[in-house]
RNA sequence: GGCUCCAUCGUCUAGUGGUUAGGACACCAGGUUCUCAUCCUGGCAACCCGGGUUCGACUCCCGGUGGAGUCACCA
């Protein structure tokens, strides 16, 4: 039974590069019918970010990782963690290091003046006191060793003995590292496959020893190369100005897109496949073909995907997303009962962090007019602007007009090359002339509206791009829209007489 | 600095000894009888360097160079 996890650490927002290392384990645990855990690691309290932990169930509902078990908190799992240090302790393998943070700085500092690595082993302890919880429990490395092992994504990879040292298991707050935690919950959580990000590759002999020392089989190993930064080098990381996941959503970045996008930045299946169902990337995802080198985040790729994405939904499925795509994403239903109490306490400790937080309702996407327009009207609108959106944030200024009728605004005819070679007089008789043959049409179809175009055509001797243009701005004053004869079919006759004559009325004042 | 990893168009990548080095994004040009898009066609553009191995290296080996990660009572 194949078992995966998330695990990040309620410090903030999850990032895109976060979501990938959310992704992938998703993906695997899928294809192979696992499950996938999640487990929040809040074992720094100092880091602790309120509000983060449901920044993080929002952003894996959203992009539909839906987790089979947890959330996990492992500041509720500390006896678990005793009980593993005890082991360790009664082996000769832990031991209390007696020393304060200062003087553990200053072996530090001697051994960089010396231009030596610094190994706490080098100063370990020859009569450690009882360990009685106030001081930090060390494991002690007995076997000074190359490590060989083996990584689904990097190969066959060793370390020598140089990464090898007694590094902290418990804090002297009572809590675990990551470096002891990790490894006891992935244990007890029957975890297969541990996948996650490349910084931690060069602590694997650190935990392969552990391992050993706890008795424990290693886990399959997939260390993920990470995703660089827009510019420079960097990996990409919040202080890089990295975007959350949830920016990306209220600037209308489909899920769909998103997921595919992350997927393929570091990873291809061998074929010249560009889009990806989630059910196409559970069937076709390996770890062996995933990069070993680090991708950039390009997010011209990211809106050239979701506009793919918005183009090949389905209308109703598009619309559903564009009022909201959040009403399936609340639900806290994942959660234990005993999360409450657990949030109650942290809440009441004052953290230094500020609060995270954000604005539920924002994720209708229409602008203030369509907002107030009913279901079957937006959706009129919205199949003849899909073609045109980039993103779901492009839909107010693509749409707006289509529901209150627009202010004049003649400097747009008159700074157009073509229109303005004719004089107002001119451009009103055109009005003039198309309004009272629209007046005969039929705006149930769309070929009889486009006979009656071309009809005024032929009529007025006019090029299309004069007189279609000149009815274009006069329906919508908008630098660009969706073709003459849908908008004159969804606006309707009487909007569209109505819009003209405005126009015409301006005009003449 | 020690340790570890990585290296194909600007970007994401295909490629596992013999290819005109393929695709996609971006960019440029043209087309689709109105705008903006979409769509179509075409174009620009890459194997980090140096040694080997081999009949033959982008591909294998070694050495450089470059980049990244990590050396916490953070994860």
Not at 55 to 78: A, F, M, V
Not at 196 to 204: A, C, F, K, L, T
Not at 239 to 248: C, H, I, L, M, N
Request: no cysteine; net charge neutral.
């Amino acid at each position: 039974m194949v078992r995966t996890r998330f695990a990040p650490s309620p410090t903030g927002y999850i990032h895109v590069g976060n979501a990938r290392s959310a992704l992938y384990p998703f993906l695997i645990a899928r294809q192979n019918k696992g499950q996938f855990i999640l487990r929040i690691e809040d074992t720094d309290q100092s880091r602790f970010v309120q509000g983060a932990e449901d920044l993080i169930y929002d952003t894996l509902n959203w992009l539909g990782l839906n987790w089979d078990e947890g959330p996990y908190y492992q500041t509720q799992r500390k006896d678990i963690y005793l009980k593993w240090a005890n082991k360790l302790i009664a082996k000769g393998l832990a031991y209390a290091d007696p020393y304060s943070p200062e003087q553990v700085e200053e072996f530090r500092e001697s051994a960089k003046a010396a231009k030596k690595p610094f190994l706490f082993r080098d100063h370990r302890p020859e009569n450690p006191p009882t360990w009685d919880g106030s001081q930090p429990l060390r494991f002690k490395v007995t076997d000074l060793k190359r490590y060989h092992w083996h990584d689904e994504v990097m190969g066959d990879l060793s370390a020598g003995s140089e990464s090898l040292d007694d590094f902290i298991l418990i804090k002297s707050d009572g809590l675990p590292t990551y470096n002891f935690a990790h490894i006891v919950d992935d244990y007890e959580m029957k975890i297969t496959h541990v996948i996650r990000g490349q910084e931690y590759i060069s602590s694997m002999p650190k935990y392969l020893s552990l391992y050993e020392a706890l008795d424990i089989t290693p886990p399959i190993f997939a260390h993920v190369p990470h995703i660089l930064a827009p510019t420079g080098n960097k990996k990409l990381g919040k202080r890089d100005g990295a975007k959350s996941v949830t920016e990306y959503r209220s600037e209308g970045i489909l899920p769909e897109a998103m997921v595919n996008f992350l997927a393929q930045l570091g990873w291809n299946d061998g074929t010249e496949q560009e889009i990806y169902t989630m059910d196409e990337l559970i069937s076709k995802f390996s770890l062996g073909k995933v990069q070993k080198s680090g991708a950039r985040f390009d997010e011209q790729r990211l809106l050239w995907l979701n506009g793919q994405w918005i183009r090949h939904l389905d209308l109703d499925d598009l619309y559903r997303r564009t009022v909201s795509s959040l009403t399936a994403t609340l639900g806290r239903s994942a959660s234990p009962p005993s999360r409450v109490s657990s949030l109650k306490t942290r809440r009441d400790s004052n953290s230094p962090k500020m609060a995270v937080s954000e604005d539920t309702s924002k994720y209708d996407f229409w602008g203030p007019a369509a907002q107030k327009a009913s279901d079957t009207e937006r959706k009129k609108v919205l199949a003849i602007t899909q073609d045109r959106l980039k993103t779901l944030a492009d839909l107010p200024s693509l749409t707006e007009y289509f529901f209150t009728e627009p202010q004049p605004n003649w400097p747009m005819i008159d700074d157009n090359k073509q229109l303005s070679k004719l004089s107002r007089a001119e451009q009103i008789k055109l009005l003039e002339t198309a309004k009272t043959d629209l007046a005969e049409a039929d705006f149930d179809s769309l070929e009889s509206l486009q006979d009656n175009l071309n009809k005024l055509l032929e009529k007025t001797g006019q090029k299309p791009a004069i007189l279609f243009s000149l009815i274009r701005f006069a329906l919508t004053w908008a630098p660009f829209s969706p073709g003459l004869p849908e908008t004159m079919q969804v606006l309707g006759k009487d909007n569209t007489l109505q819009r003209l004559q405005a126009a015409i009325n301006f005009a003449q004042n």
